[in-house]
Every structure is written in structure tokens, then in C-alpha cells.
């Protein structure tokens, strides 16, 4: 509470030009018509609001990348042309498309019609 208490001070230190010129940053709506006051609240709530979205965009990145970690060693147990039929027959109903079959770690397989 008491970092919340500095911040607003900083901010209340600050012109309204200064002001509206981070609202229009943090994409505050209607911000040219908010008093100085107002301005420094809502410039406070939207910066935590920006915070807690970087954080969960953060989380869903490395989310992102484990998964891709996981994909790529999958993507190692890609079937061969000669083992497999069903290659065979997928090529022979789509034959002008590359198709690539991948054994999934649970024993499904992945089928890619490119």
C-alpha cells in the first residue's frame, strides 16, 4: 500500500500534459476530459492492469514453449516412407500434397496433408 501511496505522489507531481500523455499510453479511454485527480487513478489501475497482462502473456509464453519442447522430440518419431501404409494410401488418395504421419508420445498419430 504504501508503494501505491508513492507512486500516486510521483504522480500527482506531474503536469496533466505529462498525465494524459501516459493515458493515452495505457490506452485510458475519454482521458482528455478527466481532471488531474481522476487521471492519476486510472493511470494507476490501468498500469496494474497492464502488469497483471504482461505477467499472464509471460505465463502463456513459457506455456508455449514447453509445449514446443514437447512437439519437437515428438516430431523425432516421424514414421518412414517405407513403413508405412498408411502413408501409402493417404498419397495415393492426395497425390500432389506431402503428407507427414508422427507417432505421438500416447500412441495416436499426428497427420499432416500439406
Not at 499510453?25 to 496494474?48: G, T
Given at each position: 500500500?504504501?508503494?501505491?501511496?508513492?507512486?500516486?505522489?510521483?504522480?500527482?507531481?506531474?503536469?496533466?500534459?505529462?498525465?494524459?500523455?501516459?493515458?493515452?499510453?495505457?490506452?485510458?479511454?475519454?482521458y482528455?476530459?478527466?481532471n488531474?485527480?481522476?487521471?492519476?487513478?486510472?493511470?494507476?489501475?490501468?498500469?496494474?492492469?497492464?502488469?497483471?497482462?504482461?505477467?499472464?502473456?509471460?505465463?502463456?509464453?513459457?506455456?508455449?514453449?514447453?509445449?514446443?519442447?514437447?512437439?519437437?522430440?515428438?516430431?523425432?518419431?516421424?514414421?518412414?516412407?517405407?513403413?508405412?501404409?498408411?502413408?501409402?494410401l493417404?498419397?495415393?488418395?492426395?497425390?500432389?500434397?506431402?503428407?507427414?504421419?508422427?507417432?505421438?508420445?500416447?500412441?495416436?498419430?499426428?497427420?499432416?496433408?500439406?
Amino acid at each position: 500500500m504504501d508503494n501505491n501511496e508513492n507512486k500516486k505522489d510521483q504522480l500527482l507531481k506531474l503536469t496533466v500534459r505529462i498525465l494524459r500523455q501516459e493515458a493515452k499510453k495505457l490506452l485510458i479511454p475519454l482521458y482528455s476530459r478527466k481532471n488531474k485527480a481522476l487521471l492519476v487513478d486510472l493511470i494507476l489501475k490501468y498500469q496494474k492492469k497492464a502488469l497483471i497482462e504482461n505477467q499472464i502473456n509471460n505465463d502463456r509464453e513459457l506455456y508455449v514453449d514447453k509445449n514446443c519442447k514437447d512437439n519437437s522430440e515428438v516430431s523425432k518419431n516421424i514414421i518412414s516412407d517405407e513403413d508405412s501404409k498408411l502413408k501409402r494410401l493417404l498419397s495415393k488418395s492426395f497425390p500432389d500434397k506431402k503428407i507427414t504421419v508422427t507417432d505421438n508420445k500416447d500412441g495416436s498419430q499426428t497427420i499432416l496433408i500439406n
